[in-house]
């Protein structure tokens, strides 16, 4: 061993040590991305008072436990089956809790904990099948059986307006395989950087494309379905001008973004499913070398 090697600290990354990180990664990169029409970004905080840059982030690193936890009980459990997913379910509420507690009160990553913890716990189930499709389709396996110890739930915003416009919210998106990451957002992701535009604009063009079809109960809670029609047709608009690399589709990006802030719609839903989308994408691209012999 030479003086160099001795210095170095041994790493020992685990399979759920390594998905945390990029389950956290994927939650700041979104938070970072800008700029996204009425979320909170780096220039503030889009269309909501109680949020802001700073608090994505700490909300984001408090999370990283509990998506380790999720993916080492997948791993010990070793499948798809209803105790994984009362196990996944009582860590999701103790991370929900963690992160209420980190942002006194603010509901910062609600989506995201219920979307990257599924995603999470299904990678860690089969690491030498991590292609987006085989992720996405064993996480909705296991949102498709019953949270049995879940309580007896408060009625969401979500459910609230699942209901009013008979729309589905996160729940069916994650039991349908995240349509909207692997049928929109992922091939744009690709389209966008094989034409390419910068990786920023690639990842706006991600989003948008999940806001062209999302339900997404966020913007129908706070602005109906004139919000929700307003952001679809927004996003198509976008894309269609050649995307956010273009000067026409950053025209209209910032059309968007005025008019989602004057309608207090902020698409949380969809920038939920954009940290989703940046996960699978970081996780198609193998194990690191340390966890080669996984
Ligand atoms: C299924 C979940 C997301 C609750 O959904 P529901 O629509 O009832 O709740 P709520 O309106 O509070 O939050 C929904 C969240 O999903 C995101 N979202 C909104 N629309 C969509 C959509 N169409 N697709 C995906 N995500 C969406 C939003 O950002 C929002 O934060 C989940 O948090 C849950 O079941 N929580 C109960 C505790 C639990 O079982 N936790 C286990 C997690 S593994
Ligand atoms: N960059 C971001 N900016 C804003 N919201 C985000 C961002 N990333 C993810 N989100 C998601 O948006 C949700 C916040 O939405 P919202 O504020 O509408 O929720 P709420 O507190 O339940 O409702 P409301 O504030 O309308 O009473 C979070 O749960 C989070 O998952």
């Not at 219920?114 to 949102?143: F, K, N, T, Y």
């Not at 948008?208 to 913007?219: E, F, N, R």
Request: charged share 20%; hydrophobic share 50%; with cysteine.
């Amino acid at each position: 061993m030479n003086a160099l090697t001795a210095l170095q600290p041994q790493l020992s990354l685990s399979l759920a040590d390594w998905l945390a990180d990029l389950a956290v990664d994927a939650l700041i990169d979104e938070a970072d991305l800008s700029p996204k029409p009425g979320l909170v970004d780096r220039r503030g905080s889009g269309a909501h008072t109680d949020l802001h840059l700073g608090l994505m982030h700490a909300s984001a690193l408090a999370l990283w436990p509990s998506f380790k936890a999720m993916a080492e009980a997948a791993q010990q459990r070793g499948e798809v089956d209803q105790q994984l997913r009362d196990e996944v379910g009582r860590l999701g509420r103790d991370g929900e809790a963690e992160m209420l507690r980190v942002t006194d009160g603010v509901n910062t990553h609600r989506g995201a904990i219920w979307a990257l913890g599924l995603l999470s716990a299904a990678a860690a189930l089969e690491s030498d099948a991590l292609a987006p499709a085989q992720v996405a389709l064993r996480a909705a396996r296991l949102a498709l059986f019953n949270d049995r110890a879940a309580p007896v739930a408060a009625d969401s915003h979500g459910a609230q307006v699942c209901r009013l416009y008979g729309v589905h919210g996160a729940r069916e998106e994650a039991q349908l395989g995240f349509p909207a990451v692997v049928q929109q957002a992922l091939p744009q992701l690709a389209r966008s950087r094989a034409a390419g535009v910068g990786e920023q604009s690639a990842r706006l063009d991600a989003l948008l494309a999940i806001m062209t079809q999302l339900a997404d109960t966020c913007v129908l809670y706070r602005a109906g379905m004139a919000g929700l029609t307003c952001m679809q047709s927004g996003a198509r608009a976008v894309l269609a001008a050649g995307g956010c690399a273009s000067l026409d589709g950053r025209r209209l990006l910032r059309e968007l973004e005025r008019d989602m802030l004057r309608l207090r719609a902020s698409p949380g839903g969809a920038a939920d499913l954009l940290a989703a989308t940046l996960f699978l994408d970081r996780l198609q691209h193998g194990l690191p070398a340390q966890l080669g012999s996984l």
